[in-house]
């Protein structure tokens, strides 16, 4: 009897620590909100719809979280000095991915994996050629090269400018 409460036991421990081991808690990373606030005009949802119908620019969405290392990341391509110039041709917009499910379902195309950055219409239209020439991860710009953004946001005013 004691043998099988001994091997009960360190079955229950050892399934214990690997359900432990699969469940993912969230970790915040250092900078992972640092979106350069300071010099791009983030707005929420709804207002930055609002401004780019009456103002005629185009939007620039980006989905992130305060837990993805790849977010961190990429909200240090904000402040680069020709990415703060190039934010000023469009409406920003900024949402946390976790508390805007409804949102993030909408402009999920590919998956909603994250970082997500969709270049819409002034009335808020996604285009879908407007994004990387990859078969997946379409929405994903390098998250440490500026260029990268650089280059969608061209593509964007150009082709938005010329409807």
Sequence with gaps: MR???GTVAAFV???TVMTMAA???P???AGAEDWNDKQIAWK???EGVAE???DK???CLIFYTSWCPHCANYSKVFSDPKVVEKSKAFVMIRLDADKNPDLGKKYSPDGSYIPRTFFLSPGGELDPSLSEARAQYKYFYDEKDPASVLAGMDRA???IAAK
């Design 13 to 15: 421990v050892v399934l």
């Design 52 to 54: 780019a119908k009456k």
């Design 157 to 159: 005013l150009q082709k």
């Design 27 to 29: 970790v915040a990373y």
């Design 23 to 25: 469940v993912r808690v």
């Design 3 to 5: 043998e099988r409460c």
């Design 57 to 59: 620019r185009p939007i």
């Design 44 to 46: 929420s949802y709804d």
